[in-house]
């Protein structure tokens, strides 16, 4: 089991940046990407970042790379993601999600463990 705790949410202001940190913890050998999702009220869960553990390759949403960065600590026990610029739009919950397999790290249903969520409200 790989047991995941998402920090750093919070309220900003538009054009403001956070940081969130996802504290990973348990069979983290077991793991080959890390990734980043969030989810809108109203709206579907959405891809946002991930990271492979073999080579380092991240990978993001097209409409937010520039913005959003994702990073891990060598040891991989913290996972990081950095949103500057951030607009009303990047309101959600957003979760961090670890998987074992080597699948397309954009689809939420390739990941086996996921965070309780941390809120981002951007206000206008």
């Known amino acids: 089991q790989v047991q995941l705790v998402e920090t750093g949410g919070g309220l900003v202001q538009a054009g403001g940046s956070l940081r969130l940190s996802c504290q990973v913890s348990?069979?983290?050998?077991?793991?080959?990407?890390m990734g980043w999702f969030r989810q809108a009220s109203g709206k579907e869960r959405e891809f946002v970042a991930a990271?492979?553990?073999?080579?380092?390759?991240?990978y993001y949403a097209d409409s937010l790379k520039g913005r959003f960065t994702i990073s891990r600590d060598a040891a991989w026990n913290t996972l990081y993601l950095q949103m500057n610029t951030l607009k009303p739009d990047d309101t959600a919950v957003y979760y961090c999600?670890?998987?074992?397999?080597?699948?397309?790290?954009?689809?939420?249903?390739?990941?086996?463990?996921w965070g309780q969520g941390t809120q981002v409200t951007v206000s206008s």
């Open positions: 999600a670890a998987s074992k397999g080597y699948g397309s790290p954009h689809g939420a249903n390739e990941y086996d463990y």
């Open positions: 348990g069979r983290i050998f077991s793991v080959y990407a």
């Open positions: 990271v492979r553990k073999s080579g380092g390759t991240t």
